[in-house]
């Protein structure tokens, strides 16, 4: 089995992803969620920098999101600085910075210079445990009162075991698969979307494995595998359908124009015609467009 490195990370990659709308208008960020934009520069002094999540929010902004499990630091700070710096030379757009913590921001830093006029302050995302346990209350009400659910609560459904601290991470994973498990969704992607990103940090919350296991049958994980496959299957269908028939077009022509240089190498080498005779078939080829 593939082991996670780093379990936030490919939530917050995935949530952005398949649920970027959402996830940016759950965050309030500023702008619309656009298109995605590159996550990976090489700086002048060959360092490979690889962000979280890139997306324009209009033409000549992005929204660069990075998600910190650990105060945020000058050498971190300083990778994002250089990130936003090649964004700003070489895509001629700026950088809005907003990096979604499970620390405090108060013991992060605050701003880092871009040029000697342009400074960096990251927009920190921080929900306190007291904010993450409210916010789940208010959702087990809901589910509890047989209330529909809006998408920015089902949203939240998925996003708080990414955001829990680590003392309380454990207690709301285990709450969130209770209440999917209670919850009739209407929309079964956003209910898979979310129940993948819960099944990520189950390996992380979790440490018991018998747990792990119950909590993955709780939510049905086997059968939500299943259906996110077929999901991705029916969605990329058309574009494959598509990639095909080009392909296959393109063996049609090679394999014409092959036919036709086989033709052109035997008028060359046919020693029954003289000169001039190939050179005036070869040209009425060139002007018929054959070749």
Do not use: W
Request: aromatic letters at 8%.
């Amino acid at each position: 089995m593939y082991e996670i490195r780093n379990h936030m990370d490919l939530c917050m990659k995935y949530a952005f992803l398949n649920l970027g709308k959402y996830v940016h208008d759950f965050f309030e960020l500023p702008g619309n969620y656009n298109y995605n934009a590159g996550t990976e520069v090489i700086t002048c002094e060959k360092r490979n920098l690889r962000m979280d999540v890139a997306y324009f929010s209009n033409e000549h902004l992005i929204n660069n999101i990075e998600n910190q499990s650990t105060p945020v630091d000058f050498e971190k700070l300083n990778v994002i600085a250089e990130y936003a710096k090649f964004i700003l030379i070489y895509n001629n757009a700026l950088v809005n910075t907003i990096v979604i913590t499970k620390v405090d921001p108060k013991y992060c830093l605050k701003e880092i210079n871009l040029t000697k006029s342009l400074i960096l302050r990251p927009y920190y995302i921080y929900l306190s445990p007291e904010e993450i346990l409210k916010l789940l209350n208010m959702i087990k009400d809901k589910i509890d009162n047989n209330k529909k659910l809006t998408y920015r609560d089902a949203i939240a459904l998925a996003l708080i075991p990414i955001l829990a601290q680590d003392h309380i991470a454990e207690k709301v994973t285990e709450e969130v698969c209770h209440l999917i498990e209670k919850y009739q969704f209407h929309d079964n992607k956003l209910r898979s979307d979310i129940c993948f990103l819960i099944d990520i940090m189950i390996d992380r919350n979790i440490r018991d494995e018998n747990k792990q296991k119950e909590l993955r049958e709780e939510i049905k994980m086997d059968e939500t595998r299943t259906i996110i496959r077929k999901l991705v299957e029916e969605e990329n269908k058309d574009v494959l359908e598509e990639k095909d028939r080009i392909i296959e077009e393109k063996d049609k022509k090679l394999e014409e124009n092959e036919k036709k240089l086989e033709d052109i190498r035997n008028i060359i080498n046919n020693e029954n015609i003289d000169e001039k005779s190939k050179l005036s078939v070869l040209s009425a080829l060139i002007i018929s467009g054959i070749i």
